[in-house]
C-alpha cells in the first residue's frame, strides 16, 4: 500500500505540479538571472519527488544552462559567467561540470 500511495503521490505532482513549475523556467526564468530558477527549485526541491527533481534539473534547467555558456561571448559580455553560474553549485553539484569545457576553452581563445 506504501507503494501505491507514493506512486499516486508522484503521478498527483507528474500531472499537475511538474507542468506548472517547467513552464515557470521555461517562459519566465532567465539563466543570466539566477533568482527566479534558484528561487522556484530551492523552494520546491524538498517536496518533488525525487524523480521529478533530477527532470527539472537535467531536462529543463542544465539544458538552458548550456545554451547560455554556448551563447556566452567572454570578450563582449559585461556580466561575469560566474555571476549567473555560481549560485547553482548547490544544487546542481557535478551536473555543472559539463559545462567547464566549454568555458575553458572560450576563456583560453580570448588568452591567446
Known amino acids: 500500500e506504501y507503494g501505491n500511495r507514493v506512486n499516486v503521490y508522484t503521478q498527483l ?5 511538474f507542468p506548472k513549475l517547467r513552464l ?12 527566479r530558477g534558484t528561487k522556484l527549485i530551492r523552494c520546491w526541491q524538498d ?9 527539472l534539473l537535467d531536462q529543463v534547467i542544465m539544458p538552458r544552462l548550456q545554451q547560455e555558456v554556448s551563447n556566452w561571448n567572454p570578450r563582449a ?3 561575469l559567467i ?4 555560481h549560485p ?12 567547464w569545457e566549454p568555458i575553458m576553452n572560450k576563456l583560453a581563445r580570448i588568452l591567446v
Open 13 to 17: 505532482f507528474y500531472s499537475v505540479v
Open 24 to 35: 515557470c523556467l521555461v517562459s519566465e526564468w532567465d539563466p543570466r538571472d539566477h533568482t
Open 47 to 55: 517536496h518533488l519527488p525525487t524523480q521529478l527533481l533530477k527532470l
Open 77 to 79: 559580455d559585461r556580466q
Open 82 to 85: 560566474s555571476d549567473w553560474l
Open 88 to 99: 547553482w553549485i548547490d544544487i546542481l553539484g557535478e551536473r555543472l561540470s559539463i559545462l
